[in-house]
C-alpha cells in the first residue's frame, strides 16, 4: 500500500464505494450462513458462490485503491466483520479462487508499518484469525489425542476426510431400497451429490465424485442435478477435474453440454496444432471420445438412419455398400423433401429439426461419404446419382440456406469435366474442360462456388480410381490442382483417402496402390516448387 | 550418532527461535523452507529410533539437556519431548503463526493457493500453500460433514478411535509394560479434561473397532481391563453415551456386558424414591441419572443380550420380594423397575 496520509487531511474522495446497500446484504447474508447449518443454508451458500466471488474481487480492487488501511476501516467498517465471518465459512475456503480472494482482501488491511493503535490492532486480529484457521482444533478429544499419539494435524484431518469420503461411498454404493414410508434412500444421495457441488474440483472428492457418476440409475429419482453436473462441466473445462477415465465417459453420459465441451476442446486442440489425419487419429483415439457408445448420444436423430449409419463400412461386405448408400441417399432425400414440403405451411420446425439431425449424424458418419464418392468414381455404367447427392447433400443440406439444387447442377458439371479430364480420350488435355472446372470451383462475386472440399473429394477420388497411368493420371491432377490452387486440400484428401484404403485393407489392386504413390510424389514435389 | 544429536538439539532451539525470538524478522523463503526441512528430519529420526530403547534413552537425556538450557535461558519457553517429535513440522508451524515477528511475506506465502514448486536436486522442500492446503482440506470435510453417513459415531470419532487403538496396540506389543500403556490412556484422559463426553466416544469408538486380529483383541481387553480399574470413568461412560451406543458394546464385548449390567444394578440400589417429585432419584455422587435413563439403559442391555434377560429380571424380583413384595409405585425400586420394563 502507499504511504499513509495523516487523518487531519482530507481524504481524497473519488466515484462512490461499493455499495453500502451490497455490502450490508453479504454481511447479513454472512451472518444467515454462519448461525444455520441446515440444508437450505447450504443451498443458499452454493447459490450465492459466484457473485460472492465477484464481490469480493471488487472489494479487492477498492481496498487495494485505498492508502491505508485506516482509511479502509473509516470508508468500510463492516468489512472486517465481514471478511472474519466468510473465513468461518467452508464453503468459502474450500474453493481456492474464493479463498485467495478472501485472503487478498485480509492482507489488503495488513500495514507493513502500522501508524496508529487501530492499524496495529487489525495486524494482529489478521495474524490470529489465520494461525486459527489453520492450526486451531475445536475438538478437544482429537487435540489430546494428537499429542499423546503423535500424529500431526495435518496427517488427523487428512485421515477424517478420507473415513468420511469412505463412510459416504458405503451411502452411494447402496442400492436403491424403499423405507416405511415410501421414500427411497435415493434422498440421501441426491444431498451428498449437491453438497458435493462447492468440491467438485478437490482431488479428496474425486472418488466420490466417480462414484457418484457411474451410479447405476436404479429409479425414478434423479440422483445427480442440473448444478452438480453443471459444476462438473464447468470444472472439467476449466482444467481442474481430477476424474478417471470411466468417471469421465459417465459424465458425458448425463450431460450432453459436458460431452459437447469435449468434443470443442479436442477439435480446438486439432485447429491450433494443425494435425495430419493420421495425428488427428491418435489424437482422437487417445480422447476417450471413441470408447462411447455413439447410439447413447444421438437420441433425437431418426432411429431408421441410426443403426445404417453407424455401421462401419468396413463392418459390412464390399458388395453390399452400393445398396446400402442407395439407400441412405433416397432415405435422406425423403426427409428433405417433407422439410421443404412443410416450409409452406409454416408448422416446419419439425421438418428442420429432422433434416438437422439427420445430417448431424451423416457428418458424424463420414466415412460413409467417402464410400459414397468412391462409389461414384468406380460406378462406371452404373447410375452414380445417389452417390453425388449425398455428396451434395453432406455439403449443402438445405435449399432455403445452401442452395443445394442449384450446387447439385453445378456438381454434376465439374464432375462430367472431371471424368472428361481423366478419361484418357484427350491428349494433350483439353484446356476448355480444364478452364470450365476452374471457374466452377473459384469463388466469384455473384453467385456461390462449389465446396473446394467437395470438387477436390472427386478429383482425387478419381484421379486415384481412374484407368489411366500413375504418370498420366498424376499429370492432369497436377494440372488441375497448378490452375485452381487446392493444393493442400488435395494433399489432405489424398492422405486420408490412403489411410481409409489401407486400414480397410481395400488395397487389393496394386494398380490402385501404385496411382497413390505416383500422386503424393507429385503433391509433395509441388509444395516444395512453391515454396 | 554424535551428528543426530546435534541436529536433534539444534532443532529443539530453531523451535525456540522460533516461538519467540525477533530473530524470525529475518527469516526468508530459503530460511523457512530449511527449518521445515529438519523438523521433518527429527519426525523421520523418531520414526526410525523410537523403538529402540537404547538410542530412544540416549535422545530423550539430549533433548533434556537442551530443554534444560532452554529454560534458563527463555521465559516461558515450552519444552519439546521425545513423543513431540513425530509432530515437529506442525509445533514449528504453531509457534511461527504464533509469532508476531514472522514476516508477512512469509506468511502470506504459507497460505498462498498456489502449488509448492518442484524441488531442484539440493533445495529444501517448497513450503508455499502448507497452510492454504491445511484450511482447504479442514473445509472440505466441513462441507461433507453434515451428511448422513453409515457410521454410529461419526468420522472423526472413528478415526480418533482408531489412533488410540493403533497406539495401544504398539505399545502392547513392545513387551510386558503394561504400565506405558496404561500412562499413556491415563494422559488421554487428562488431555479430554473438560470433554468427559467426548472421551468417552473415543474410548467406545476404540472398543468397537474390529480388524479380527490378536493384537486387537488383546488391546481391546487390556482397555476394558483398565475401564473396569476406573470404576468413576465407567459410570461416566454409562451415563454420557447414547443407549444405542451402550447396547453395540455390550452386544461386542462381554466384560463391557457385565460391568455394564453391574453399574445399572449398582444406581438402582442408589436410588431413593423423591415424594416431591414422585419418582426415583439418585442421589449418590457422580453422574446423575434419571429413572427414565435407567429403564432405557436396562432395556438397551437386554436388546444386546436377550439372555441376560432372564438372568437380570430373576435378580431384580428377587431383590423386589426382599424389599416386601409390593405392588405399590415408590416403595421398592427392583419392583418400580421390573414393572417399568415390562411395560
Known amino acids: 500500500m502507499s504511504e499513509q496520509q495523516p487523518l487531519s487531511q482530507p481524504l481524497q474522495t473519488e466515484e462512490p464505494l461499493l455499495n453500502d446497500q451490497e455490502m450490508q446484504f453479504w454481511l447479513d447474508k454472512a451472518v444467515a450462513w454462519g448461525q444455520a447449518d441446515s440444508p437450505d443454508t447450504q443451498k443458499d451458500t452454493c447459490l450465492h458462490m459466484s457473485r460472492l466471488?465477484?464481490?469480493?474481487?471488487?472489494?479487492?480492487?477498492?481496498?487495494?485503491?485505498?492508502?491505508?488501511?485506516?482509511?479502509t476501516m473509516k470508508r468500510l467498517p463492516f468489512l472486517g466483520q465481514l471478511l472474519g465471518r466468510l473465513c468461518w465459512n467452508p464453503y468459502v475456503t474450500v474453493c481456492d479462487t474464493s479463498r485467495g480472494l478472501l485472503l487478498g482482501c485480509l492482507w489488503e488491511l495488513y500495514s507493513e508499518r502500522p501508524s496508529n493503535a487501530v492499524e496495529q490492532k487489525a495486524n494482529q486480529w489478521i495474524r490470529k484469525v489465520l494461525c486459527q484457521l489453520s492450526t486451531e482444533e475445536e475438538d478437544t478429544a482429537a487435540q489430546a489425542l494428537m499429542k499423546c499419539t503423535g500424529v500431526p494435524a495435518k496427517e488427523y484431518h487428512l485421515k477424517v476426510l478420507r473415513k468420511k469420503v469412505a463412510l459416504l461411498q458405503e451411502n452411494v454404493g447402496q442400492s436403491c431400497t424403499l423405507f416405511n414410508s415410501q421414500r427411497c434412500s435415493c434422498d440421501r444421495i441426491v444431498a451428498i451429490s449437491e453438497a458435493c457441488i462447492p468440491i467438485v474440483a478437490c482431488p479428496e472428492a474425486s472418488s466420490l465424485i466417480s462414484l457418484l457418476l457411474q451410479r447405476p440409475v436404479a429409479c425414478v429419482t434423479e440422483v445427480l442435478?442440473?448444478?452438480?453436473?453443471?459444476?462438473?462441466?464447468?470444472?472439467?473445462?476449466?482444467?481442474?477435474?481430477?476424474?478417471?477415465?470411466q468417471?469421465?465417459?459417465?459424465?458425458?453420459?448425463?450431460?450432453?453440454?459436458?460431452?459437447?465441451?469435449?468434443?470443442l476442446s479436442l477439435l480446438q486442440s486439432v485447429i491450433t496444432t494443425g494435425l495430419t489425419p493420421q495425428k488427428l487419429e491418435q489424437q482422437v483415439a487417445q480422447s476417450l471420445l471413441t470408447?462411447?457408445?455413439?447410439?447413447?448420444?444421438?437420441?433425437?436423430?431418426?432411429?431408421?438412419?441410426?443403426?445404417?449409419?453407424?455401421?462401419?463400412?468396413?463392418?459390412?461386405?464390399?458388395?453390399?455398400?452400393?445398396?446400402?448408400?442407395?439407400w441412405l441417399s433416397s432415405s435422406l432425400q425423403r426427409l428433405t423433401e417433407e422439410e421443404e414440403e412443410g416450409d409452406g405451411d409454416g408448422r416446419s420446425t419439425r421438418g428442420h429439426h429432422n433434416v438437422f439431425e439427420a445430417w448431424f449424424l451423416l457428418v458424424q458418419c463420414a466415412h460413409w461419404v467417402q464410400v459414397a464418392v468412391q462409389l461414384l468414381v468406380t460406378s462406371g455404367t452404373e447410375d452414380g446419382d445417389p452417390f453425388l447427392w449425398l455428396l451434395i447433400f453432406y455439403h449443402y443440406p438445405t435449399n432455403r440456406w445452401h442452395h443445394r439444387a442449384s450446387q447439385l447442377a453445378r456438381a454434376k458439371e465439374a464432375w462430367n469435366h472431371i471424368r472428361t479430364l481423366f478419361s484418357g480420350a484427350a491428349h494433350p488435355l483439353p484446356s476448355d474442360r480444364l478452364q470450365s472446372l476452374v471457374t466452377l470451383v473459384s469463388p466469384q462475386p455473384e453467385q456461390q462456388s462449389l465446396a473446394p472440399s467437395l470438387t477436390v473429394s472427386l478429383l482425387v477420388n478419381v484421379a486415384v480410381f481412374c484407368q489411366l497411368s500413375p504418370s498420366g493420371s498424376a499429370e492432369v491432377l497436377q494440372a488441375v490442382v497448378d490452375q485452381s490452387g487446392l493444393l493442400d486440400e488435395a494433399a489432405c484428401v489424398l492422405s486420408s483417402l490412403e489411410l481409409r484404403l489401407n486400414e480397410g485393407s481395400c488395397l487389393s489392386r496394386d494398380t490402385v496402390h501404385l496411382r497413390i504413390k505416383e500422386l503424393q510424389k507429385t503433391i509433395t514435389q509441388m509444395h516444395s516448387d512453391g515454396t | 550418532m554424535e551428528a543426530m544429536l546435534k541436529n536433534l538439539a539444534s532443532t529443539v532451539e530453531m523451535l525456540a527461535v522460533a516461538a519467540q525470538s525477533d530473530a524470525v524478522k529475518h527469516w526468508d523463503k530459503q530460511t523457512l523452507s530449511r527449518a521445515f526441512h529438519w523438523a521433518r528430519y527429527c519426525e523421520h529420526v523418531f520414526s526410525r529410533f523410537h523403538n529402540n530403547a537404547a538410542i530412544r534413552r540416549i535422545m530423550e537425556k539430549q533433548l533434556q539437556l537442551t530443554n534444560q538450557t532452554l529454560r534458563d535461558t527463555i521465559p516461558g519457553y515450552t519444552e519439546v519431548s521425545f513423543s513431540d517429535l513425530p509432530r515437529c513440522q506442525h509445533l514449528l508451524l504453531v509457534r511461527l503463526l504464533n509469532n508476531p515477528e514472522l514476516p508477512s511475506s512469509l506468511m502470506k506465502m504459507l497460505f498462498d493457493t498456489a502449488r509448492p514448486v518442484k524441488t531442484m536436486h539440493g533445495e529444501y522442500e517448497d513450503v508455499t500453500g502448507l497452510c492454504s492446503h491445511i484450511v482447504q482440506c479442514k473445509s472440505v470435510y466441513k462441507v461433507l460433514s453434515p451428511l448422513a453417513d453409515m457410521s454410529a459415531l461419526g468420522a472423526d470419532a472413528e478415526v480418533q478411535g482408531e489412533m488410540l487403538m493403533e497406539r495401544l496396540e504398539a505399545l502392547l506389543n513392545q513387551g510386558s509394560e503394561t504400565c506405558r500403556a496404561e500412562h499413556f490412556l491415563g494422559s488421554v484422559l487428562q488431555g479430554c479434561e473438560g470433554a468427559l463426553q467426548q472421551f468417552c466416544v473415543v474410548i467406545a469408538a476404540a472398543l468397537l473397532t474390529s480388524k479380527n486380529c490378536a493384537a486387537q483383541t488383546a488391546a481391546h481387553d487390556f482397555l476394558l481391563d483398565w475401564l473396569q480399574k476406573n470404576h468413576s470413568l465407567l459410570q461416566h461412560m454409562c451415563s454420557l453415551l447414547s443407549p444405542t451406543l451402550l447396547r453395540d458394546l455390550a452386544k461386542e464385548h462381554q466384560k463391557f456386558r457385565d460391568a455394564f449390567c453391574n453399574v445399572l444394578k449398582k444406581w438402582a440400589s442408589e436410588m431413593e424414591y423423591s415424594l416431591n417429585d414422585s419418582e426415583w432419584v439418585l442421589t449418590s455422587t457422580g453422574p446423575t441419572v434419571s429413572f427414565k435413563k435407567l429403564t432405557e439403559l436396562f432395556l438397551a442391555l437386554f436388546e444386546a443380550s436377550p439372555s441376560l434377560k432372564g438372568g437380570v429380571e430373576k435378580e431384580l424380583n428377587a431383590l423386589k420380594i426382599s424389599d416386601g413384595d409390593f405392588d405399590v409405585t415408590g416403595l421398592s425400586v427392583w419392583g418400580d423397575l421390573l414393572s417399568a420394563l415390562n411395560t
Open chain 1, 247 to 263: 468417471a469421465l465417459v459417465s459424465l458425458w453420459y448425463h450431460s450432453f453440454s459436458s460431452l459437447e465441451e469435449a468434443v
Open chain 1, 53 to 71: 466471488r465477484d464481490f469480493l474481487q471488487q472489494l479487492l480492487t477498492q481496498v487495494n485503491s485505498m492508502s491505508s488501511t485506516t482509511e
Open chain 1, 291 to 326: 470408447s462411447i457408445s455413439v447410439k447413447a448420444f444421438f437420441p433425437q436423430s431418426p432411429s431408421s438412419l441410426l443403426v445404417p449409419l453407424l455401421t462401419m463400412p468396413s463392418e459390412m461386405p464390399q458388395g453390399a455398400w452400393r445398396n446400402h448408400l442407395n
Open chain 1, 225 to 245: 442435478s442440473e448444478d452438480f453436473l453443471d459444476a462438473l462441466t464447468s470444472a472439467y473445462s476449466r482444467q481442474g477435474l481430477a476424474l478417471e477415465e
